[in-house]
């Protein structure tokens, strides 16, 4: 199980470099005033759903300060509020607070006493750094090994496991939408386990999965779309640039002028192009994951046991956040399919009105 826990902190890594993101001043689309900016609204989805504690912390702080535009403006900005708020989650201290808040959320007392009661002293005001880094070190480790005992000695979830239980892990180890959930599931139903590594699965590591699948995806698409608005805000001003100066050119000029507009229009175009992929396959894949969440939950309250009662809360709130992701998603890719029409429009405005 190490080797799954090991594997999906590299998982999770392999997301967390800081994305350098250009000038934001925020492409030119027309929204009813009465509605928040997309930079408003991208900033909210980052206050709460963000993996780093760091992040969501610094980006309301942008939305409740007074000047929010401006502050909003400035968490986006290169080296702004967004970059610097990276930068420290990924230093030691804050990536052991958010490990441990993982913990802490994944289990219950109920199921894994010893690891859940230890992580929320050491979320607490009088927990210490060593204590936290101690904790991630080997605490961990030892905590979950307590549980275990504890599982076995009461027995009663060892008891409750039927073939059918073993059955329905190995499905997930081939067929979850989640990669991280298919890893645990793996380990537990490896060649040579037993009914507690069955039992753990259970009781931890499905919910652990589940949480770093779902961090995993928000990771990857935040920063693929910090990415991608830096480079559109580029081009969309490199864009407005060319058509003023289309538009301001000498007779002699002009053609070439509108031709070079017209093709940084196209380009403004071309680039949304990855963002609206990105974004409909974000919401293609959150809604399979809620699909499969919904029938989790179905399967656990139709069963009978504490094994499936363990995953009941994990998978209504699986649920409920893959949900709120495909909304989220859609939101994004109706602004990326709204910059595409807008360079559309760019394009004939400089053919056919300059």
Known sequence: MRRVLLAAACVVASFSAVVPVAAYAGPSVVVNAEQPSHDWVWVRYLAGHHPYSMVRTSAWSALISEDLDAAVAAFLAPGGGYDQAVERAQQRRA??????????????????????STAKRLLGPNATDVERETFVRTGYEVARSRDRVYRDEVGAQKQALVQKDRDYVRLLSLNDPGEQVRLSAAYAVREGSTDGDVVEFFAYGWATGSRLDLEVFRMRHTSDNMTWRSTIARLIADAEAAEKAAREASQEAKQQAKDAAARAWQQVGTQTQPARSGWSEAQQFAVRQAENWRAVLAAAQA?????????????????????AERASAAQQAAYWNALLQQAIDGEHRVKNTL
Do not use: C, K, M
């Open 303 to 323: 069963a009978q046991g504490p094994n499936w009662a363990s995953i009941i809360d994990p998978a209504t709130a699986s649920e409920t956040a893959w949900l």
């Open 95 to 116: 990536r052991n607070v958010d490990f441990i808040r993982r913990v802490y959320e994944t289990t219950t007392p109920e199921y894994s006493p010893e690891v859940h």
